[in-house]
Antibody
Framework: EVQLVESGGGLVQPGRSLKLSCAASGFTFSNYYMAWVRQAPKKGLEWVATISTSGSRTYYPDSVKGRFTISRDNAKSSLYLQMNSLKSEDTATYYC??????????WGQGVMVTVSS | DTVLTQSPALAVSPGERVSISCRASEGVNSYMHWYQQKPGQQPKLLIYKASNLASGVPARFSGSGSGTDFTLTIDPVEADDTATYFCQQSWNDWTFGGGTKLELK
């Protein structure tokens, strides 16, 4: 059974940093592109970052480019999101997701990040 | 950025057929996907690459379209289908539509 379990969320002040983790199991992690997707309270879904199987290629939307960094450790079947210079508009539930054919076939339960003073 | 536009809400009666539309601001080939999200839950993949049913999804769900216009159809609608439905494209990076909230009468 595919499982994605996020951790590392919480309350953080504007301008500070936070690192999210996602532990994957039930599949060969190194064979799949992985991604982070977020959802602000009562809002829609927003793609945050994508990483290739080896980690050599990463992709970001303009809203987080230069502030967020996605990475992975295939030996540990883990995905990470380093978030720097956090803003109030980054407040959201962050989901770890597995990509296949460009779609997000599996999602974690999500972890809440609140940016507030 | 490729913008995806969905109608905000729809209301249908159980047993009816409903079509949820998604229009892309530019062509996305067949790289359109559909998700169902219920309150407090993570999204669930229903359809990938326009018309392919994801594993475990009932055959009441189907997808069609190519280029810029896509449709998710549920036939017949059941009470448990009350949810928000999102389209997502992966032809030009990855973007989501704003979601269509489906309510049952």
């Amino acid at each position: 059974e595919v499982q994605l379990v996020e951790s590392g969320g919480g309350l953080v002040q504007p301008g500070r940093s936070l690192k999210l983790s996602c532990a994957a199991s039930g599949f060969t992690f190194s064979n799949y592109y992985m991604a982070w997707v977020r959802q602000a309270p009562k809002k829609g879904l927003e793609w945050v970052a994508t990483i290739s199987t080896s980690g050599s290629r990463t992709y970001y939307p303009d809203s987080v480019k230069g502030r967020f960094t996605i990475s992975r450790d295939n030996a540990k079947s883990s995905l990470y999101l380093q978030m720097n210079s956090l803003k109030s508009e980054d407040t959201a539930t962050y989901y770890c997701a597995r990509l296949n054919y460009g779609s997000y076939g599996y999602w974690g339960q999500g972890v809440m990040v609140t940016v507030s003073s | 950025d490729t913008v995806l536009t969905q109608s905000p809400a729809l209301a249908v009666s159980p047993g009816e057929r409903v079509s949820i539309s998604c229009r892309a601001s530019e062509g996305v080939n067949s790289y359109m996907h559909w998700y169902q999200q219920k309150p407090g839950q993570q999204p669930k993949l229903l359809i990938y690459k326009a018309s392919n049913l994801a594993s475990g999804v009932p055959a009441r769900f189907s997808g069609s379209g190519s280029g810029t216009d896509f449709t998710l159809t549920i036939d017949p609608v059941e009470a448990d289908d009350t949810a928000t439905y999102f389209c997502q494209q992966s032809w030009n990076d990855w973007t989501f539509g704003g979601g269509t909230k489906l309510e049952l009468k």
